[in-house]
């Protein structure tokens, strides 16, 4: 294949992606719409540039200005956030808690976070993660009400004194008390590190308490609330280099040589655009209104949420519906994910719930009303799918979906609701897409 067939065939998903993107309802919480500047930025020439190192200590020659890109970066993020230090190489989050992980602990150390199951990350202490391959992961998890279970926490801090607690979630609808962490946290003299990846942008706008007085390291994803593109930051608080003034220099190796080669540079330089943006007055209504779109999106659903993500469970339209339920909104023109809910009753694998957000449809300029019309649209598609309810027996699932799955692409319900979705969401502007 000639390079130029191949390029035009990569730009024609490109915009197939594009019309998905602009005429179906994006819900997944964690996902956003950079803006056009933030675009710009990612796919300027920085990209080839090779830039080892911190700014004034590079490997290679020829960073006079990735130096001043980076530089300005940290400076935004250090305004920002009100803290001494920051990093921005980060390829993304995980390999970012991979280097907080590194830079706190000797393998084999405790790291304690909250359960995937009870909506924490894969990074804080999941099996087959890095976090519990090397190291020795403790995970604490939500009580009945489906909020974080602090009697439990303290009990197994005391009892495996961890070396790294984090707090962080990406399946928690309610806001996090830090405070309580804290002093879990100086029980057993643990650092305590923020991921706040998910909630970011809330923070900023003022929508939820900053950890920054209470933790002494902070992570946070740059792509989701905070509306950048793709990366992380590690931030270390006032706090925090109190409790370890060694602590700019462990991040720093820990990043590279320890995990990274050269940072990408058009990333870092998106980072700071979309940094600028966060910094504007305009940003703090955006946070505001994401809150209040998923308040409004999250009772006609039936539920509550104090943050930019609805956690709904399924069970009362059957038994372990979380993937038929993603399939059919799919097909309706609206993504979500399917999620486990605490306690699940089906299984991780085959969930019976789904997780849906606003931070993308807020940036599309969407408010309550529209959401209570989402909710509408929402409501008559879990219709679609009663009487679909996973088998009991595990070795007839897969088959099971399969044909599920058919079932739900013939169903002309569906068919209807995507046209009125279509037709609603292509009135809203998407950045980067005509
Ligand atoms: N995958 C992200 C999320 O969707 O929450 C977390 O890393």
Request: glycine share 8%; charged share 25%; net charge positive.
């Amino acid at each position: 294949m000639s390079s130029h067939v191949a390029t035009k065939k990569v730009f024609k998903l490109i915009a197939e992606e594009a019309y998905r993107q602009k005429y179906g309802l994006e819900m997944i919480p964690s996902e956003n719409y950079v803006s056009a500047d933030v675009l710009k930025a990612l796919g300027s020439i920085l990209t080839n540039k090779y830039s080892e190192g911190f700014p004034g200590r590079r490997y290679y020659g020829g960073n006079e200005v990735i130096d001043k890109i980076e530089n300005y970066a940290v400076d935004l993020a250090k305004k920002l956030f009100g803290v001494p230090a920051a990093f921005v190489q980060s390829y993304s989050g995980s390999p970012a808690n991979m280097a907080i992980t590194m830079a706190v602990c000797e393998p084999g150390d405790v790291v304690m976070g909250l359960a995937l199951s009870s909506g924490g990350h894969l990074t804080h202490g999941a099996h087959l993660s890095f976090s519990s391959i090397f190291y020795s992961a403790v995970n604490y998890s939500v009580g009945k009400d489906w909020k974080i279970d602090f009697k439990e926490l303290e009990t197994l801090a005391k009892k495996h004194k961890p070396k790294l607690i984090w707090v962080g979630t990406t399946a928690y609808p309610f806001k996090l008390d830090y405070k309580k962490f804290r002093k879990i946290a100086d029980m057993v003299n643990a650092t305590l590190v923020a991921d706040c990846s998910h909630i970011t942008g809330l923070i900023i706008g003022g929508v939820h308490e900053s950890p920054v007085p209470y933790v002494d390291i902070v992570m946070t994803t740059t792509h989701k609330t905070l509306r950048g593109p793709r990366g992380a930051m590690i931030l270390i608080t006032e706090r925090g280099l109190r409790k370890d003034p060694e602590m700019k220099g462990k991040i720093e190796r820990a990043i590279i040589p320890g995990i990274q080669g050269g940072p990408h540079n058009h990333q870092t330089a998106a980072i700071a655009v979309s940094l600028e943006e966060a910094l504007k007055p305009s940003f703090k209504k955006y946070a505001a209104q994401i809150a209040k779109n998923a308040s409004v999106l999250a009772k006609e659903l039936g539920t509550v949420s104090e943050t930019h993500l609805i956690l709904l469970s399924l069970t009362k339209y059957g038994y372990g519906m979380g993937y038929q339920a993603q399939y059919a909104l799919e097909e309706a023109g609206i993504t979500v994910n399917k999620n486990t809910i605490p306690g699940e009753p089906a299984s991780p694998f085959y969930p019976s719930g789904i997780r849906l957000g606003t931070p993308a449809l807020t940036s599309r300029g969407m408010k309550g009303s529209d959401m209570i019309k989402i909710a509408g649209w929402i409501k008559r598609v879990l219709e679609e799918i009663r009487g679909l309810d996973l088998p009991k027996e595990q070795d007839k699932r897969k088959d099971f979906l399969k044909e599920v799955k058919k079932e739900i692409h013939k169903n002309k319900n569906l068919k209807i609701i995507r046209k009125e979705v279509e037709k609603f969401a292509g009135k809203f502007p998407v950045p980067g897409i005509k």
